[in-house]
């Protein structure tokens, strides 16, 4: 089993910046892959960013050149990092690490973009 647990959401103007963090327990050692997801109201869970064990990145077209996805070595933190803010990265944002076991989830952290 792996928790995690996000933090860093708020409300931020149009431009601005946030950095959201997730902290990850447990049988971290079978994780292959962690990414963020992203939840706006009335539309489906989306993949934002992910990062693989061995290093590489995907990000959605969306959020490349303003989104950074970054981890520590032991895999206990993911950090999104979020510059040049828009009104429609407005969702909720979920952490999530996979093994060959399944898909663990945090609980999210709002994100809320607006004058």
């Known amino acids: 089993q792996v928790q995690l647990v996000e933090s860093g959401g708020g409300l931020v103007q149009p431009g601005g910046s946030l950095r959201l963090s997730c902290t990850a327990s447990g049988s971290i050692l079978s994780i292959n892959a962690m990414g963020w997801y992203r939840q706006a109201p009335g539309k489906p869970r989306e993949l934002v960013a992910v990062?693989?064990?061995?290093?590489?990145?995907n990000y959605a077209d969306s959020v490349k050149g303003r989104f950074t996805i970054a981890r520590n070595i032991a895999k206990t933190m993911l950090y999104l990092q979020m510059n040049s803010l828009k009104p429609d990265d407005t969702a909720v944002y979920y952490c999530?690490?996979?093994?060959?076991?399944?898909?663990?989830w945090g609980q999210g952290t709002q994100v809320t973009v607006s004058s």
């Open positions: 999530s690490y996979r093994s060959a076991l399944g898909a663990y």
């Open positions: 990062e693989t064990s061995g290093g590489t990145t």
